[in-house]
């Protein structure tokens, strides 16, 4: 793996970190008011997976990977990122403690991000198989 290669996997990564970051206000803002709190986080594991579906698509092809493992790779990399990403805005930005962290992984609390960020690690493989076809 080159230097450019990695380039393009920290921007990937940046790219859905803004992503994300503005979906999670954006269901704050709009979505929550109307449908509640509840509701509206389980809507947002799928539209965030969409999402970062739509972005993978674009982006993982220009990467330059080759093979399915390096893609499957590339998605817990980008799963591993996002969940970093997630834990270090709650504590860092939001000033949540600990305890308050954790049940945003856990879908027994009604929050599906773990449902999200497991489909995350299959993204590049699927956009790999879809550009290969």
């Given at each position: 793996?080159n230097?450019e290669?990695?380039?393009r996997?920290?921007?990937?990564c940046l790219l859905?970190?803004?992503?994300?970051?503005l979906?999670g206000?954006?269901?704050t803002a709009l979505?929550?008011p109307?449908?509640?709190k509840?509701?509206?986080?389980?809507?947002?594991?799928?539209?965030?997976?969409?999402?970062?579906f739509?972005?993978c698509l674009?982006?993982v092809?220009?990467i330059g990977?080759h093979?399915?493992?390096?893609?499957?790779?590339?998605?817990?990399?980008?799963?591993l990122?996002?969940a970093a990403?997630?834990?270090?805005m709650?504590r860092?930005?939001m000033?949540?403690?600990w305890?308050?962290?954790w049940?945003d992984f856990?879908?027994?609390?009604?929050?599906?991000?773990t449902?999200?960020?497991?489909?995350?690690?299959?993204?590049?493989?699927?956009v790999?198989?879809?550009?290969?076809?």
């Open positions: 793996m230097l290669t990695l380039v996997i920290g921007s990937l859905l970190a803004s992503a994300e970051t979906h206000i954006a269901r979505v929550t109307c449908i509640g509840e509701r509206a986080i389980k809507l947002s594991a799928v539209t965030g997976t969409v999402l970062a739509g972005i674009f982006q092809p220009s990977l093979t399915p493992l390096a893609h499957l790779a590339l998605g817990i990399g980008l799963a990122f996002m990403f997630d834990i270090g709650g860092l930005l000033r949540k403690q305890r308050k962290i049940p856990d879908p027994r609390t009604g929050n599906y991000l449902y999200g960020l497991v489909c995350l690690c299959f993204i590049p493989l699927m790999w198989l879809l550009h290969s076809n």
